[in-house]
């Protein structure tokens, strides 16, 4: 997908302005919430769970190379086939390939992140393969040619109308006096619509929430049972999974399965997590023929070892975008990328490179509830600040900024100056707002100023007057 | 394969290890084959008899329904009151299970029982499962010879057998067991955990029962099983 995280500023106007968007938004903020904290209140272990979970990914980073060995192992005696990707480019390839091995016309696809990051939807339609979102969420965006802006709620962005809209210009059975009005019409209108196709496809595509080293199975966590259709009914099964999704046990995806639905949607456990293992047994009934793994690197390598290692914990539950003052007020398109929210202010730079993606470590107005929220404990705000500082090094950000930092780092460093230069400038700028003390307009400060006005200082510093209080109660002492 | 080398290779940089340390293989090798529990909620840590209270519970908390029966023999009566009271037509589909093949269908004269994969016509499908976890009302089946998968996911109707026996505390207990039926490190091809019915908030996150999956999810506990 085309990133547009540098033009943030522009995108978050925009956002801002737009009133469907801004409606649909609404249920962000009262939605996911509430859920959460019930949830979470109601498992009292939830903060050591916290800590297991951190502490068992933190052991698999360390000994990922050989975690990732043990799978590939376990996969291949379960007879299937692991493929290695490691970038986007390849694991394009690898999913034609098969494709056009199974002469695949039509591919079935249940909700999978990692699809949206390798851009697969449009690189399959050139090739000539036609790709059948089945997620609700995702079908609806399909639909409207969007992006997902949310990485559990698809379609988070999009109001109960405009489906309805799109569903009456995309179903061209629809009778116009069909009754869609109620959301319960549109999910049997898609449902029926997707049934048909869950049969007539040669290939289901998948994610998977974890990958089991010591089994070689993929899970995957889902509510509507799309996804488990998507993988049982046609003959070929492929999952695309990140190398960060490998745990090494059973029970260690059972330690990070109390935290994931709680935190995503405040359900205890999602209603769907399938463990998969090979194809379908040779006296099995029903299951896919061949089973595919392809396990996509594509910049998360580079991350192990440095100050970003930690992000590799993120299970995507969404809990910090949930939170997040800034996603609730532009969603999740302004930060241009397929990862939206804090998360993706961290993620993006790491993977797409921070040269393409500007502006997103500051989308933050560093409160601190993403970190506070996040289940695998990571620290999202100082790794925005690390992006900041290297953004910074790299001189990548606009020079009024750099100067001005500049200017305070010498001011910083020197307090007589600074105390000579406030000392100064304050009666100055107090001079110019006598009448009325606020400032439309100032030099150097137009970001500030566009959107509201300055409070004029007073006429002594800060310095000042704690030196003349000091010395009042001095005398009054004495 | 060159794309394995890469990966592996990049990832060996970055953590600053060298293949074949003994040390980190070691390490690996412990935890896989000790695999520790971590923490388990007190929540299901009760005796049996309340684990499959609070089971039901659970349960119907994630709006699944459930009915509780003395013997294996009284499922095929309760599943054709089940169909009569929801008004569907008198025909279920099921794998052929050998807990599910020893009960008395014959003897409920007008119902047609099909066996094998479902078909998308289906509209009840039952299955028979390996356990039941307390702590979130969830059910643990596996596919096999006999155990389609196709049952648990086409059908608008779900009926799920499970005997109250099989009912355990925690998720780790039936991982435990599931690990002790099939060897260590082995699985079924498909492990499914179900917990309710399938379900969509992707409409302007109001809350839809009955998704892609079956819309309804009716469990029966076998006290006797
Ligand atoms: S960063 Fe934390 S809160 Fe955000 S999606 Fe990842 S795990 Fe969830």
Redesign the pocket.
């Known amino acids: 997908m085309q990133i547009t995280s540098p033009a943030f500023k522009e995108n978050a106007r925009t956002a801002l302005a737009d009133p469907q968007l801004q409606k649909a938004l609404v249920h962000v903020r009262s939605g996911f919430i509430d859920k959460r904290v019930k949830a979470m209140d109601a498992l009292p272990e939830f903060d050591a769970l916290r800590d297991s979970a951190r502490a068992i990914k933190d052991h698999t980073l360390t000994h990922l190379d050989l975690y990732l060995e043990r799978y590939e192992e376990k996969v291949r005696e379960a007879g299937g086939v692991v493929h290695w990707a490691e970038t986007a480019d390849d694991a394009r390839s690898v999913v034609l390939e098969i494709c056009r091995a199974a002469g695949a016309r039509t591919v079935t696809k249940g909700k999978s992140m990692i699809t949206e990051e390798i851009g697969l939807n449009d690189f399959l339609e050139k090739e000539g393969v036609r790709p059948v979102e089945t997620d609700l969420g995702e079908y609806i965006i399909q639909l409207r040619g969007e992006h997902p802006s949310h990485?559990i709620a698809p379609a988070v962005h999009v109001t109960r109308d405009q489906v309805e809209a799109d569903f009456r210009r995309e179903h061209d059975h629809l009778r116009p006096d069909r009754d869609l009005s109620e959301p319960e019409a549109l999910l049997g209108e898609a449902r029926r619509v997707l049934r048909a196709e869950y049969f007539s496809a040669d290939v289901g595509i998948t994610g998977a929430n974890f990958l089991v080293a010591e089994t070689g199975s993929s899970v995957i966590v889902t509510n509507e049972g799309n996804g488990d259709l998507t993988q049982i009914l046609p003959r070929v099964h492929v999952v695309i999974a990140s190398i960060e999704k490998v745990v090494p046990t059973l029970e260690d995806m059972s330690q990070i399965l109390r935290l994931l639905a709680r935190?995503?949607t405040g359900q205890d456990m999602s209603v769907y997590t399938t463990v998969s293992t090979g194809p379908r047994r040779p006296d099995d009934p029903d299951g896919p023929e061949e089973y595919h793994v392809i396990l996509l690197d594509n910049g998360r390598s580079s991350m192990l070892g440095t100050e970003f290692q930690d992000?590799l914990?993120?299970?995507?539950?969404?809990?910090?975008?949930n939170h997040c003052p800034v996603y609730h007020a532009v969603g999740g398109h302004a930060y241009g990328w397929v990862y939206p929210?804090?998360?993706g202010a961290?993620l993006t730079p790491s993977l797409a490179g921070i040269d393409k993606s500007g502006h997103l470590p500051n989308a933050s107005t560093f409160c601190g509830r993403?970190e506070a929220?996040?289940?695998?404990h990571?620290p999202?705000p100082k790794m925005m600040r690390h992006w900041r500082e290297r953004e910074f090094a790299r001189g990548l950000n606009p020079a009024t900024q750099r100067y001005g930092l500049r200017a305070w780092a010498l001011f910083a460093r020197h307090p007589r100056l600074y105390r000579l230069a406030t000392s100064l400038a304050l009666p100055a700028l107090s001079f110019f707002t006598a009448r009325r003390p606020r400032f439309r307009y100032l030099p150097l400060a137009g970001g500030w100023t566009r959107n509201r006005d300055l409070p004029a200082p007073p006429s002594r510093t800060f310095m000042q007057q704690w030196r003349e209080r000091e010395a009042e109660k001095q005398g009054a002492h004495a | 394969m060159s794309g394995r080398e890469g990966i592996i290779g990049k990832v060996r940089t970055a953590l600053g290890a060298k293949a074949g340390d003994a040390a980190r293989t070691r390490a690996v090798h412990e935890r896989l084959l000790a695999a520790p529990q971590g923490v388990i909620p007190a929540r299901g840590q009760l005796p049996h008899a309340k684990q499959v209270r609070l089971f039901c519970m659970m349960a119907e908390k994630v709006s699944a329904s459930v009915q509780r029966v003395k013997k294996p023999d009284s499922v095929p009566r309760a599943v054709a009151a089940y169909l009569r009271a929801k008004n569907l037509p008198s025909a279920v589909r099921m794998g052929s299970d050998e807990r599910l093949a020893a009960m008395p269908w014959h003897t409920m004269k007008s119902l047609e029982v099909k066996t094998g994969a479902a078909d998308p016509e289906d509209e009840v499908g039952v299955s028979h499962a390996l356990a039941g976890i307390a702590e979130t009302g969830t059910v643990a089946l596996y596919s096999g010879p006999r155990n389609p998968t196709t049952v648990n996911f086409l059908p608008e109707h779900h009926i799920v057998v499970v005997d109250a026996k099989d009912i355990a505390g925690d998720m780790e207990t039936v991982l435990a067991s599931l690990r002790q039926t099939f060897g260590k490190g082995k699985m079924p091809r498909t492990l499914n955990l179900i917990t309710g019915p399938s379900r969509s908030a992707d409409i302007e996150q109001t809350l839809l029962v009955g998704a892609h999956g079956p819309r309804a999810l009716h469990l029966i506990v076998v006290d006797g099983g």
């Open positions: 990485i935190s995503a992000m914990r993120c299970i995507r539950c969404g809990a910090c975008m929210g804090p998360m961290v993403c929220v996040c289940p695998m990571i999202l």
